[in-house]
């Protein structure tokens, strides 16, 4: 990993919580919401406007575009920067369905990790 990704990276859940806690956490909201998803949202870099609440619990009929929206609501950022969203590192498209996105993509600990970057639209 380059110098600037290393002092710029950001300190995702993964990194702040062991991996026995993750799984409980995940296994508790499952086992109370079945028909939903657990769903971590997170900055890919720490100098992105960070996100109000990074846990959500999705409903699995829920399509990746509705997320998104969800998601933008949550970030205060400017009209002149535009939002791409990550699972695993590939771009999902807008129209996929939560549950084969979270079936295909989803961590040992169960939840579904998704990144966020921004980009300047207008120069």
Do not use: W
Not at 1 to 20: A, G, H, Q, V
């Amino acid at each position: 990993m380059s110098f600037f990704l290393k002092s710029n990276y950001y300190e995702s859940l993964l990194d702040t919580k062991s991996f026995e806690e993750r799984l409980s956490e995940s296994d508790k909201v499952l086992k109370k919401y079945p028909e939903r998803i657990p769903v971590i949202v997170e900055p890919l870099i720490k100098d992105i406007v960070n996100i109000d609440k990074n846990k959500f619990i999705v409903s699995k009929d829920m399509t990746f575009g509705q997320l998104i929206y969800i998601i933008r609501k949550r970030i205060n950022i400017e009209s002149s920067h535009a939002l791409f969203f990550s699972v695993n590192g590939n771009l999902c498209s807008t129209g996929s369905d939560i549950l084969s996105i979270y079936t295909d993509n989803k961590n040992n600990d169960n939840f579904l990790y998704v990144k966020y970057t921004t980009e300047n639209t207008f120069g």
